[in-house]
C-alpha cells in the first residue's frame, strides 16, 4: 500500500465465486444454526461449535449499515504482500500450505505454549459477525467473519502482570511466498496492540469468512480483524503471538513511520500524508461513501483513547 508506484484500484472480474453460494448456504442453516446455539445469552444468539463447523452461528450483536461485500469482489482483491503488491494475490496465495498450522504463544505469559489451530478452534468455539473493513488505501468493505474473540485467546495465554501489548507475526518461508524475497520490506510482517484494545470485544480472531475457511488470499488459516483501524492492523497467516512489555515495531511502522504509525484508528479528518481518509470506494461499487471516526465504531472504542490524545491516534 505505500508503494507509489503500484495502484490497482480496478477491480478483477475474473474469478466470481456467486455471492448466492454464500446466500444460500446461510438460508438452509438459519434454522439449524438457532437451535445449535441453543440458549440465548444475552440476547445473543451463538454458541461455541465445533471445529470444522462452518458456517457457525451469527452473533446479532454485530450487524452492519451497509451490503455485504460480495466474495467475488472481497475475495479477488487483497493485499497480502508475502505473496506480491498487486491486489490479485490469489493465484500465488495457493501455495500458502495451511494444514498444519501452529500457534506460538509466548512472551511475558504464565508458560509459553504452541497449539494446532484446529485444537484452538475445538477449545474455544467459533461465531459469526458482520464487520466493516476501511483499508489506509480508501477502499472498504463489509464482510461476515468467523472467528471468536480475541480476549478468549488472551485469556488461554495467562499473560503476566508486566504485559501491555500484544505482538503478531506472520509465517516466513521465502520458498512459498515470493514476496518475502523483496529485500526492502521488513519481514515477516508484524502488528501489534494495546491489551486493553486486544481486550476489547471487537477485536476477533479470525479463521473463515462466507461462512466456510479462510480462502489462503484472506489470510489462511488465522488472522485478526480490528474493526475500528486501518486494515493492515489486522494481520493474516498468524504464526505467533507474544505479550510484551514495549510497544512492538510493526512492518508498516517499520518501513515508513510517517505515513503508518502504531494507533492507525480510522478517521476521516486526518488524511494520509498522500491522499485524502474522507471517504471510501466500497469494493464492488464505483460509489464513494463517507468515512467515519473509528470506522463507525467509536461507541465502542472511543474509551481506549482517553488519555492518550497527545498521541498520533489516527495514522
Ligand atoms: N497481513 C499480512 N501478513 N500481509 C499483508 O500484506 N495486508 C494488510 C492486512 N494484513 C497484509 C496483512 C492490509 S494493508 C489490509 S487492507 C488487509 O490485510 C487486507 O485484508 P484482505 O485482503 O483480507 O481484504
Redo the contacts with the bound molecule.
Sequence with gaps: ?LIKRHRGWEIPESNATPEAIFLDRRALIGGAAGLAAGSLIGGRAWAAVESGSYPAPRNESYTLDRAVTPERF?GDY?????FGMSKTVLPAANALKTSPWTLKIDGLVEKPFEVGVDDLIRKIGLEERLYR?R??EAWS?AVPWTGFPLSKLVALAKPTSGAKYIRFE?FMDKAMAPGQRVFYYPWP?TEGLTLAEAGNDLAFVVTGVYGKPLPN???APIRIAVPWKY??K????IVKVSFTADRPKTFWEGLQSSEYGFWANVNPAVPHPRWSQASERVLGSDQRVPTLIYNGYGEQVAGLYKGLEGERLFV
Design positions: 500500500m472481497s487483497n493485499n497480502f504482500y508475502e473493513h483499508c489506509v468493505m506472520t510482517y488470499q484472506f489470510g486494515g493492515f489486522s494481520a493474516k497467516s
